[in-house]
């Protein structure tokens, strides 16, 4: 049973920048959710997609942006990058984007660096 | 904005001792409630959810859940050193269900 995978492992990109990662969800999973973690600081919440939608979205500007694909695979974009995009960017997957009791299944995340 | 608080630590204990990490949340509406784990440099893990008011064990984690008081706990006990990570706490909004985390609590067990 595959577990969240997620691609690449580690990115270094340059200000100004665009870059594009990757996440296919857990086995049987629809609803893919991405995170920000800062060093020292909790998971924040970027967008959650769902029906190939995006149906939720945390305090972030509008160079983040996301896709779902008919897979239920899902692609977080960030253009224009800023030092402080820098930090580790979860994709985390559960089933069905209202079962308020279903948990987060969590890739082993990419590591951004911005320089 | 909806708030889950954590004490950011460092919490150590001593090897066999019972560690108390301790959460709070500001949205009285919350139903469900999560324990994170993550080791340095890795992702989270999910090690225990709860729902219902009162104790929920599993092996040697409990998880304690007073919604009256809006406060999440996790009692680990016999301590071992391999339990030394971050312990992050969530909820979720039961308006949007996305998931909030606390910044986490980083626990060291000492052998």
């Known amino acids: 049973d595959a577990g969240v995978t997620q691609s690449p492992t580690h990115l270094i990109k340059t200000r100004g920048q665009q870059v594009t990662l990757r996440c296919s969800p857990k086995?049987?999973?629809?609803?893919v959710s991405w995170y920000q973690q800062a060093l020292g600081q909790g998971p924040q919440f970027i967008f959650q997609?769902?029906?190939?939608?995006?149906?939720q979205r945390g305090n972030f500007p509008d160079r983040f942006s996301g896709h779902q694909f008919p897979n239920y695979s899902s692609e977080l974009n960030v253009n224009a990058l800023l030092l402080g995009d820098s930090a580790l960017y979860l994709c985390?997957?559960?089933?069905?984007?209202?079962?308020?009791?279903?948990?987060?299944?969590f890739g082993n995340g990419t590591r951004l660096t911005v320089t | 904005q909806k708030e889950v608080e954590q004490n950011s630590g460092p919490l150590s204990v001593p090897e066999g001792a019972i560690a108390s990490l301790n959460c709070t949340y500001s949205?009285?509406?919350?139903?469900?409630f999560f324990w994170y784990r993550q080791y340095s440099g890795k992702s989270p893990e999910l090690i225990m959810f709860?729902?219902?008011?009162g104790d929920k064990e599993d092996g040697r984690f409990t998880a304690q859940l007073n919604k009256a008081s809006q406060y999440v706990s996790l009692l680990i006990r016999d301590s071992q050193p391999s339990d030394s990570a971050t312990y992050l706490c969530?909820?979720?909004?039961?308006?949007?269900?996305?998931?909030?985390f606390g910044a986490g609590t980083r626990l060291t067990v000492k052998p």
């Open positions: 985390a997957s559960s089933l069905g984007d209202r079962d308020v009791y279903s948990p987060l299944h």
């Open positions: 086995s049987g999973h629809d609803t």
């Open positions: 997609y769902y029906e190939e939608e995006e149906r």
């Open positions: 949205d009285r509406g919350s139903q469900s």
């Open positions: 709860i729902y219902s008011n």
């Open positions: 969530a909820v979720k909004d039961p308006n949007n269900n996305d998931m909030r």
